[in-house]
């Protein structure tokens, strides 16, 4: 199943599929590794969803959620 990593729970992984996004945001995300096959764990969301706390190749990174709405994520059915 294919979702945006702004409608992502607490605690769900998923791995990127593609990056959306034009110029300096998608050259952003790229720069702080969110690249297609990079698996992505939200860690904590803000009251009102802005920003979001991810967790990808082992550190902590923060997305605002126009940022996170930019992400396309493959999350498995369990």
């Known amino acids: ?8 729970s607490v605690g769900e992984r998923g ?3 593609s990056v959306g996004g034009e110029g300096k945001m998608r ?3 790229f720069d702080m590794g969110v690249t297609p096959g990079a698996e992505i ?9 802005d920003p979001v706390e ?5 550190y902590e990174l923060t997305l605002r959620k126009t940022e996170a709405a930019c992400v396309l994520m493959e999350v498995a059915n369990d």
């Open 54 to 58: 991810v967790s990808i190749r082992g």
């Open 1 to 8: 199943m294919k979702k945006t990593l702004e409608t992502f």
């Open 27 to 29: 050259r952003r995300l």
């Open 41 to 49: 764990m939200l860690r904590k969301k803000a009251p009102l969803g």
């Open 15 to 17: 791995v990127v599929s």
